[in-house]
């Protein structure tokens, strides 16, 4: 990959890293706030769902943040770009959309069609969730 677009990509990673991190901030300040002096059943109820769906997309952020993390180590060592499985360099295109992705379209989609027949019974919301996290 040329100099430039590894520079263009170190940058959009970079951004979404301080991004995720500064999110990832206020969903902590945002739980300490809720340490709070609820005592009605059901507004703790409430808070306990408000609370599980925040660590949820903390968790799937968590997981970017180490796949964008990931991502910058490979530029800084150079591997940025090519596929996990075949080695190939994945199209510019597809990284664009995807920056942290490590696998070109072709085997991305073998991979999902693998991982659809391993884990059938998986839910469709883990697999929606990774497909977004790459
Ligand atoms: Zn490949």
């Known amino acids: ?45 409430a808070d306990y769902t408000h609370q599980s769906c925040t660590l949820q997309i903390c968790d799937r952020e968590r997981r970017f943040l180490k796949n964008v993390t990931d991502a910058l180590e490979l530029i800084k060592s150079g591997e940025y770009g090519y596929c996990e499985t075949c080695g190939e360099e994945i199209l510019l295109a597809r990284l664009k959309v995807q920056p942290v992705t490590r696998h070109c ?30």
């Open 1 to 45: 990959m040329e100099r430039t677009d590894l520079e263009f990509f170190r940058k959009i990673l970079v951004q979404q890293k301080d991004e995720l991190l500064r999110k990832g901030l206020c969903v902590f300040s945002d739980l300490r706030e809720k340490e709070s002096n609820l005592t009605d059943p059901l507004d703790m109820a």
């Open 105 to 134: 379209l072709e085997c991305k989609i073998n991979l999902e069609k693998r991982e659809k027949t391993t884990f059938y019974s998986a839910s469709i919301t883990t697999h929606r969730m990774e497909a977004d996290c790459e």
